[in-house]
């Protein structure tokens, strides 16, 4: 029987909608690369659903069924979701965010062979993706809340293991990790960090610019 | 549902309605909306049930989990615009919609089951689950609200969870 983690609840979380902006694009990249995780947001979804069955109700304005059923002819606005061409490196659901020429993004260089970018989203937490040479190690880093780093490309690994494309690694404040890819494929990631604390006042506005991890 | 979509049936949109809109008004509600706001929703969300029908697929979900599904992703594309009004209303937007449902999983029998599995629930991890999807709280402000231990509410509520997908995996 499988064990729930940490990971399950994410999901749950992404299937009742709360999940913010950036922790959601890593659950839908991930189950775009992997079945057992559509699947099981699958099931969560059906919980939703099954909840909402049994859900108590509230009566809705009385104006509100005859507006819905006059509606019904009128033709619908456009309402389907335009999904650029992106980068087949990437998954669909995040191809909106990064376009169709991954070169072409405002990357970062943090050290030598590795380099980031960040990505719009919305809401708590940061996400970018980070490219990091064959053999190239990602200096030893904490962060503040829980880290979430999926593998698109390539393959990287630490005290914690190996981890491949569709692998995720969730990393508490607790973990002191310093990745290495491995040699060969750079390694391609999507890398999302809980909104950390942030530092107030004059100065500490001015450092935060400076925290990256 | 079938008759909506294959015959524009709409005396059974309208009892889709009144089946739907109340209940949706109230979860919509208990994730933070305010009356108006609730309402809206609901009646996007039904005009896309019935352009959409056709599109429904039952093995790959119930009615119920498809209108959640919808009315889910239009409440987070109105969060969306709100944080962001100057988006372009053609930008693609994120919705957690999983492109290609898991094939192999018939779910056309699970919602009675499913149903079932939650009113089968010890009282408490059927509170944590409604919680968890109605609550738009985090674990720790469901810990401090019950006066569980926050270890002890992420443990209550998977072990909930994993009896709910148990139910979903058998006949399945």
């Excluded at chain 1, 690369?33 to 947001?41: E, F, G, N, S, T």
């Excluded at chain 1, 708590?124 to 593998?151: D, S």
């Excluded at chain 1, 990745?179 to 999302?192: D, F, H, I, S, Y």
């Excluded at chain 2, 005009?47 to 429904?56: D, G, P, Q, S, Y």
Aim: proline share 6%.
């Amino acid at each position: 029987m499988t064990v729930l983690t940490e990971r399950d609840d994410l999901l749950v979380a992404y299937a009742a909608g709360l999940l913010p902006e950036a922790p959601s694009l890593v659950v839908a990249a991930q189950a775009a690369l992997r079945k057992d995780v559509r699947r099981a947001v699958g099931d969560y979804e059906a919980v939703a659903g099954a909840l909402l069955e049994d859900c108590e109700t509230r009566e809705v304005s009385p104006g509100l069924r005859e507006s819905v059923l006059s509606l019904l002819n009128e033709e619908s606005p456009t309402d389907e979701i335009r999904t650029p061409a992106g980068d087949s490196r990437v998954p669909v659901p995040l191809q909106g965010f990064v376009g169709n020429d991954l070169e072409a993004l405002r990357w970062r260089r943090v050290i030598p062979g590795v380099k980031d970018t960040l990505l719009p989203t919305l809401g708590g937490g940061t996400a970018r993706l980070m490219l990091v040479k064959g053999g190239v190690k990602v200096p030893a880093h904490t962060h503040q809340g829980l880290e979430l780093t999926l593998v698109l490309e390539g393959a990287f690994s630490d005290a914690s293991g190996t981890y491949g494309p569709g692998d995720l690694q969730l990393a508490d404040d607790n973990v002191d990790h310093s990745p290495v890819a491995e040699k060969g494929t750079p390694c391609l990631c999507l890398v999302v960090t809980e909104a950390p604390v942030r530092l107030t006042g004059r100065f500490g506005r001015m450092l935060n610019r400076f925290v990256r991890y | 549902m079938a008759a909506v979509a294959l015959r524009r049936d709409r005396e059974a949109f309208a009892r889709l309605f009144d089946h739907y809109a109340p209940r949706l008004k109230a979860f919509l509600m208990r994730q933070g909306a305010e009356g108006a706001a609730a309402e809206e929703l609901v009646q996007e969300t039904l005009l896309t049930v019935w352009r959409r029908a056709e599109t429904f697929d039952p093995a790959q979900a119930t009615v119920a989990t498809w209108v959640f599904t919808i009315a889910r992703n239009k409440r987070i594309d109105r969060l969306r615009r709100e944080n962001k009004p100057d988006l372009d209303p053609h930008e693609p937007l994120f919705r957690p919609e999983i492109e290609s449902a898991d094939e192999t999983v018939n779910r056309r029998q699970q919602g009675a089951r499913l149903r079932r599995a939650i009113a089968d629930l010890p009282p408490e991890q059927a509170d944590l689950v409604r919680m968890a999807y109605f609550g738009d709280k985090v674990h720790t402000t469901i810990a401090a609200e019950t006066g569980i231990a926050l270890g002890t509410v992420k443990s209550r509520l998977r072990l909930a969870m994993k009896r709910l997908r148990r139910a979903l995996e058998e006949e399945s």
